[in-house]
């Protein structure tokens, strides 16, 4: 069994900075594509970034391209989403994920983690 931990979310004012972490155990890091999404209450679980097996490609979502910056560890079988000028509107529960293909839709990915609340006060 696969498991993903999400972990640093917190409080923190707008155009502040977080750090999140996602310890994967269970299966060979380096394997799995890992994303991280989000979800505010009342809505839809959406894309944010994602990183390939390597590390060596990158995509984000236009609304947080430039501010947040995702990597890998495989190492140290961790992923890190770092998030600069943090918005009212990036409020959400963040979720890391995992999977053996490159996608942007959560049918994609196959291991989910438990979340981590992120709240950005004005």
């Known amino acids: 069994q696969v498991q993903l931990v999400e972990s640093g979310g917190g409080l923190v004012q707008a155009g502040g900075s977080l750090r999140l972490s996602c310890a994967v155990s269970?299966?060979?890091?380096?394997?799995?594509?890992v994303a991280w999404f989000r979800q505010a209450p009342g809505k839809e679980r959406e894309f944010v970034a994602r990183i390939s097996r390597s590390g060596s490609l990158s995509y984000y979502a236009d609304s947080v391209k430039g501010r947040f910056t995702i990597a890998r560890d495989n190492a140290k079988n961790t992923a890190y989403l770092e998030m600069n000028s943090l918005k009212p509107d990036d409020t959400a529960v963040y979720y890391c994920a995992a999977g053996r293909r490159f996608g942007l839709t959560v049918n994609e990915y196959d291991y989910w983690g438990q979340g981590t609340q992120v709240t950005v006060s004005s």
């Open positions: 269970g299966d060979t890091f380096s394997t799995n594509v």
